[in-house]
């Protein structure tokens, strides 16, 4: 069934994820940070994998909607967002497994498409033909027959919980491709295929924390993503030609390197942050030092005359305030006389090498 070759570039691209993740698994960040990356993960895999399907609701309308507040938008785009959501619980109760199940299957589709599927369609396998339609081009895609679901299922289920010598990364895209190929629903594939891939990285070990979603991405460049899903028009025509997921395998390796890839410098910045807001209590500062301090770190470069036009003291004084904030290593001086200029020391390592 499964068709895939594991080229020297593919191997490349694990190495450096499994690099990425090493560094984000053993970064150290206070608890209310590390809060809310997951929260911002949480709301963004809900965002993305809905807006993919036609979604109109933004990042920041979510927010709100989250939060009991009122938001103008199409009643089902409200239903879809918050069904995603209590999908998003479900995948974090059963991380503790080691496998996925027709039973997870089953509930993260009703769930996806509770009140906007016929409950009729809840529960169970499509008992019909079914083709994926393009606005554009009518029909792009006629899936396999419903007779031969049980037995595909069948076997990439056993494939992707038994086959442990491949990869958990590899396995898990191709999860995620062959059962948007299988197209085992009537409606809401694209869903839950994105997260059972979720939930079975989850259940394998690789969550970095919870703090990283990959659905953004997809929506990024959606014809990307779709071309790269793409097996042909007809699942069986496909068939005969062996369907090859390599193509899909190497596309979403790149996302997934993206996006840890931001979310490293995320964790990086937010260090900095700590070490920042560490030195100002250890520095034990007045509140108009602490004000320069944040000041001086937001604008990244300022001379002392800009800060005399934020501050109702004299030159002598803000002269003042810069030398306790350099001597306590938060900020550097950089130039001479009246061209000197003030930067935040954002590392350390700056300071160390000063010394």
């Known amino acids: 069934?499964?068709?895939?070759?594991?080229?020297?570039?593919?191997?490349?691209?694990?190495?450096?994820?499994?690099?990425?993740?090493?560094?984000?698994?053993?970064?150290?960040?206070?608890?209310?940070?590390?809060?809310?990356?997951?929260?911002?993960?949480?709301?963004?895999?809900g965002v993305y994998s809905t807006k993919i399907e036609g979604n109109r609701i933004t990042y920041a309308e979510a927010e709100?909607?989250?939060?009991?507040?009122?938001?103008k938008a199409r009643p089902r785009d409200e239903k879809e967002l918050k069904n995603y959501m209590k999908v998003l619980d479900y995948i974090e109760s059963r991380e503790s497994d080691d496998t996925i199940t027709e039973k997870?299957?089953?509930?993260?589709?009703?769930?996806?498409?509770?009140?906007?599927l016929d409950p009729v369609h809840h529960n169970k396998r499509r008992n019909q033909a079914n083709a994926v339609y393009n606005e554009w081009w009518g029909i792009v895609y006629l899936p396999p027959d419903r007779k031969d679901i049980p037995k595909l299922m069948k076997e990439l289920l056993d494939f992707v919980?038994?086959?442990?010598?491949?990869?958990?990364?590899?396995?898990?895209?191709?999860?995620h491709h062959?059962?948007?190929?299988?197209h085992p629903f009537i409606d809401g594939n694209g869903r839950t295929a994105r997260a059972l891939t979720q939930l079975f990285l989850y259940q394998n070990w690789f969550n970095t924390k919870k703090y990283f979603?990959?659905?953004?991405?997809?929506?990024?460049?959606?014809?990307?993503?779709?071309?790269?899903?793409?097996?042909?028009?007809?699942?069986?025509?496909?068939?005969k030609k062996t369907i090859d997921s390599t193509k899909f395998v190497a596309y979403f390796l790149s996302g997934l390197e993206h996006e840890l890839n931001h979310l490293k410098k995320t964790i990086e910045s937010i260090k900095e942050d700590e070490q920042f807001e560490n030195k100002l209590i250890m520095a034990r500062l007045n509140n108009r030092q602490v004000h320069i301090?944040?000041?001086?770190?937001?604008?990244?470069?300022?001379?002392?005359?800009?800060?005399?036009?934020?501050?109702?003291?004299?030159?002598?004084?803000?002269?003042?305030?810069?030398?306790?904030?350099i001597k306590s290593w938060i900020i550097k001086s950089v130039g001479f006389s009246k061209s000197t200029r003030y930067e935040p020391v954002l590392s350390w390592k700056w300071a160390k090498k000063q010394k």
């Open 213 to 239: 979603s990959l659905e953004e991405y997809y929506d990024t460049d959606l014809t990307n993503y779709y071309e790269n899903i793409f097996i042909g028009n007809d699942f069986y025509s496909a068939q």
């Open 64 to 71: 709100k909607l989250l939060a009991w507040e009122n938001i």
């Open 178 to 182: 062959w059962f948007v190929i299988i």
């Open 293 to 325: 301090s944040a000041y001086i770190k937001e604008h990244l470069s300022v001379t002392a005359k800009d800060l005399l036009n934020q501050y109702n003291v004299s030159l002598a004084t803000i002269k003042r305030d810069l030398d306790v904030l």
């Open 104 to 116: 997870d299957i089953l509930k993260i589709h009703q769930l996806t498409t509770k009140n906007i």
């Open 1 to 45: 069934m499964m068709h895939f070759t594991i080229t020297n570039s593919i191997i490349s691209k694990i190495e450096q994820i499994y690099r990425i993740w090493w560094v984000i698994e053993n970064a150290h960040i206070v608890p209310e940070r590390q809060q809310k990356l997951k929260q911002i993960a949480r709301l963004r895999s």
């Open 161 to 175: 919980n038994k086959q442990k010598e491949i990869s958990v990364i590899i396995r898990a895209w191709l999860l």
